[in-house]
T-cell receptor, first 106, second 110 residues
């Protein structure tokens, strides 16, 4: 069983919709990262969190340490948000989820 | 521009050939990493280097070797390439919890 599970695997939304991507993990961690991978392949770090909530523009990330769960929200989604979103948790090294492929249609 | 530079971007090898993937960062980060990304799977750690002069195995080190030449550079070597090593390879560096990734190397072994 993968230590990091993401859901859904694929998500299609209409422009303007509110998006939620979920990440559950099975081990104690020191931090959780959300990454974005665009179709060209480049990976960008969006957030690192160890508790609570962080916001950057239209992106919001939350984490519940007790429940071992994190969510990434996108408000007012736009086609340029189309990408693969990856959750990663820090143990001694990093363990990655398989990613959620988001497609936002105009 | 500051960041992580990986070369080459694309490579095709024949089974048994060797090659080295190069990675350099100019952010003065201590930690550097090599990952592979395969369809339907998350990024998997091959090797990492917590600081100059040290390297450690990750989750999938078999068939690879690494060198942390100096603080800037961390190379990944395939001594005898196998089709199972067909993948996209990413180098990354980290400091204070923030990750920066290279643009990736798409390697095909035929």
């Amino acid at each position: 069983k993968n230590e990091v599970e993401q859901s859904p695997q694929n998500l299609t939304a209409q422009e303007g919709e509110f998006i939620t991507i979920n990440c559950s993990y099975s081990v104690g961690i020191s931090a959780l990262h959300w990454l974005q991978q665009h179709p060209g392949g480049g990976i960008v770090s969006l957030f690192m969190l160890s508790s609570g909530k962080k916001k950057h523009g239209r992106l919001i990330a939350t984490i519940n340490i007790q429940e071992k769960h994190s969510s990434l929200h996108i408000t007012a989604s736009h086609p340029r948000d189309s990408a693969v979103y990856i959750c990663a948790v820090r143990l001694d090294d990093m363990r990655f989820g398989a990613g959620t492929r988001l497609t936002v249609k105009p | 521009n500051a960041g992580v530079t990986q070369t080459p971007k694309f490579q095709v090898l024949k089974t048994g050939q060797s090659m080295t993937l190069q990675c350099a960062q100019d952010m003065n980060h201590n930690s550097m990493y090599w990952y592979r990304q395969d369809p339907g799977m998350g990024l998997r750690l091959i090797y990492y280097s917590a600081s100059e002069g040290t390297t450690d195995k990750g989750e999938v080190p078999n068939g690879y070797n690494v060198s942390r030449l100096n603080k800037r550079e961390f190379s990944l070597r395939l001594e005898s390439a196998a089709p199972s090593q067909t993948s996209v390879y990413f180098c990354a560096s980290m400091q204070l919890g923030g990750y920066t990734f290279g643009s990736g190397t798409r390697l095909t072994v035929v």
